[in-house]
């Protein structure tokens, strides 16, 4: 996954780039942690989320290189651009 970001200040796009089992270590490790320091109120939506759904997702979205899932350009100039 490839992130792109863009400012008209800057003359030069930034890119991240992600492997997906990055992304899927992330989310793994996200809910421990927020399951950590939410507190119960706000934890009920995080125990909402099928995070092993989210991981399967992933997966099935390597299938798609190339793919653009987010562009977006402000009025400002600022572009953000998301590709598989």
């Known amino acids: ?31 421990k942690v927020a399951s950590k320091y939410l507190d119960e109120e706000d934890l009920k939506y995080v125990n909402s989320l099928d995070w092993d759904a989210l991981c399967i997702a992933f997966d099935e979205l390597k299938k798609y290189k190339g793919l653009e899932l ?15």
């Open 1 to 31: 996954m490839k992130i792109f970001i863009k400012t008209p200040k800057s003359k030069f796009t930034i890119p991240i780039i992600l492997p997906i089992s990055i992304i899927k270590l992330s989310l793994k490790l996200g809910k």
């Open 70 to 84: 987010v562009n977006i350009v402000s009025h400002s100039g600022e572009n953000v651009k998301i590709i598989i």
